[in-house]
T-cell receptor
């Protein structure tokens, strides 16, 4: 079993829909990262969080440390949100990142 | 955008040949990382560096070596490339451990 599991693996939705991508992990962590990989391949860090909730524009990330679960939400989704969203966790014994396999999101106009 | 470049961006080579990929940063960040990305896998750490001449292995380091003789450059070498090393390679940098990583544009390597 992978230490970081993302769901769903693939998600297709219509423009305007509210999107939720989930990340569950099985190790103790010091922080969790959400990243976005564009269709062209570039990777951008979106959030780093260790508790609670963070918001940036239409993106919201939440984490529940007790349940070892995080969600990434996109409100009013748009075709330009189409990308692979990756969850990664920092183990609490070292700072190396453990990566999820990613969720491929397609938003149709 | 963080100043981080990778060269070459694309390379096709033959099995058994040596290959060196370069990561160059202009941010003066202490940490540099090499990852590979393959279908069905998340990013996997190959090697990382926490300072000039200070490097350590990641989870998939077999068949790879690295060097960091200057803060700005981190080299990844495949001494004798194999087809299993066909992948997209990403370099990343961070100011310190446990903070955001900034990624380079990636290098697509094909080993025939």
């Amino acid at each position: 079993k992978n230490e970081v599991e993302q769901s769903p693996q693939n998600l297709t939705a219509q423009e305007g829909e509210f999107i939720t991508i989930n990340c569950s992990y099985s190790v103790g962590i010091s922080a969790l990262h959400w990243l976005q990989q564009h269709p062209g391949g570039g990777i951008v860090s979106l959030f780093m969080l260790s508790s609670g909730k963070k918001k940036h524009g239409r993106l919201i990330a939440t984490i529940n440390i007790q349940e070892k679960h995080s969600s990434l939400h996109i409100t009013a989704s748009h075709p330009r949100d189409s990308a692979v969203y990756i969850c990664a966790v920092e183990g609490d014994s070292n700072y190396q990142l453990i990566w999820g396999a990613g969720t491929k999101l397609i938003i149709k106009p | 955008d963080a100043g981080i470049t990778q060269s070459p961006r694309h390379k096709v080579t033959e099995t058994g040949t040596p290959v060196t990929l370069r990561c160059h940063q202009t941010e003066n960040h202490r940490y540099m990382y090499w990852y590979r990305q393959d279908p069905g896998h998340g990013l996997r750490l190959i090697h990382y560096s926490y300072g000039v001449k200070d490097t350590d292995k990641g989870e998939v380091s077999d068949g790879y070596s690295v060097s960091r003789s200057k803060t700005e450059d981190f080299l990844l070498t495949l001494e004798s490339a194999t087809s299993s090393q066909t992948s997209v390679y990403f370099c990343a940098i961070s100011e310190s451990a446990g903070v955001w990583q900034f990624f380079g544009p990636g290098t697509r390597l094909t080993v025939l």
